[in-house]
């Protein structure tokens, strides 16, 4: 996200960031190309964001893995939600991996308009 859209590395990182949230990361040998993070809402829900793929690396169907990785986990932890807070113009590709919005409600994250998805699992 910081070379795509200017972000420093600072924003990068908020207050999820740390002990309680958990990341997958694909890598090309030693280089991440893909991530996503996720942390606990409730005994119930996570919120899964930070899904991220380096542009040279897109159309390989690397977020739908990293996305997969991430449920599988969840899955395993005992969660039944997945919330996510998407981008706008990325809402057709949740809703290709099973996610609805959940109102159509449209916010601001940092700079973008974001909308809820979620999905349930398990």
């Given at each position: 996200?910081?070379?795509q859209?200017?972000?420093s590395?600072?924003?990068?990182?908020?207050?999820?960031d740390?002990e309680?949230?958990?990341?997958?990361v694909l890598?090309d040998?030693?280089?991440p190309?893909?991530?996503?993070?996720?942390?606990?809402l409730?005994e119930?829900?996570?919120?899964?964001?930070?899904?991220?793929?380096?542009?040279?690396?897109?159309?390989k169907?690397?977020?739908?893995?990293?996305?997969?990785?991430?449920?599988?986990?969840i899955?395993?932890?005992?969660?039944?939600?997945?919330l996510i807070?998407?981008?706008?113009?990325?809402?057709?590709?949740?809703?290709?991996?099973?996610?609805?919005?959940?109102?159509?409600?449209?916010f601001?994250s940092?700079k973008?308009?974001?909308?809820?998805?979620m999905?349930?699992?398990?």
């Open positions: 996200m910081n070379r859209h200017h972000i590395l600072r924003e990068e990182f908020d207050e999820h740390g309680g949230s958990q990341y997958i890598l040998e030693e280089y190309v893909a991530t996503c993070r996720f942390y606990e409730d119930n829900t996570v919120l899964l964001g930070r899904v991220v793929v380096l542009p040279e690396y897109r159309g169907h690397l977020g739908a893995r990293v996305i997969s990785e991430a449920e599988q986990w899955a395993e932890l005992g969660y039944t939600e997945i807070d998407a981008r706008l113009e990325a809402t057709g590709f949740y809703e290709k991996l099973g996610y609805s919005r959940s109102d159509n409600k449209v601001k940092w973008f308009d974001c909308t809820r998805m999905k349930r699992i398990g």
